[in-house]
């Protein structure tokens, strides 16, 4: 499974095919951390863990303990900076948008519509395609992969989903794309070479 470190990572989505993922039911008790409480040795979960667990029961088709997993990820402890030793890390960007958009699919396959609507609008805020955070080329195909996700297919049919996408649409000028390096010839070699070394 890929590591969170990576502060400006893209969503991860319930919908890629990984057999690990969809065999993965409940967060892994070997990778999880925990704490001395009293005489007790308590498990706790990072963020990570609760998302790979989400995502699997998403895939299972069991979007009420997927919600559940998610809303834990936001609350877990993440990959993110450690500002006080009496807290947990924060969780980065990626984490955030992560559980946010599966937030969001989980809500739209329930047809639970506020909820959905406003997981959404969470997933934009908390930097999902935002072309100043990560590069105008990158934002863009976000962008596009999110208009194109089919489990937000019954979203489509509301106004809001256009009001919110409006909003976030990204903007910028070509001279901006040119200038963007993930549109570079650098910069889609790079990608690919990390494509290639995630997948070994």
Known sequence: MASFAAALKPPLRCTLAS??????????????GGKLVGDTWVNTSDCEDFIEAGCAKFQASDYQSAITFF???????????????????ELTMGEKQSAYYNLT???AKMENWDLAF?????????GYANGRL?????AARDYELLEQDLDFEN???????NTILTKYRVKGSE???????SNSSVGKAVELMSKRKKNT
């Open 134 to 138: 990560y590069g105008l080329g990158r």
């Open 155 to 161: 979203l489509r049919k509301d106004e809001r989903w």
């Open 118 to 126: 406003a997981s959404l609008e969470l997933t934009f805020q908390s």
């Open 105 to 107: 699919a989980c809500h």
């Open 71 to 89: 809303e834990k990820a936001l609350t877990a402890e993440g990959a993110g900076t450690k500002r006080d030793r009496t807290k947990p890390a």
């Open 175 to 181: 001279l901006a794309f040119q200038l963007d390096p």
């Open 19 to 32: 057999k690990k993922r969809e065999t993965l039911i409940m967060p892994n008790p070997l990778r999880m």
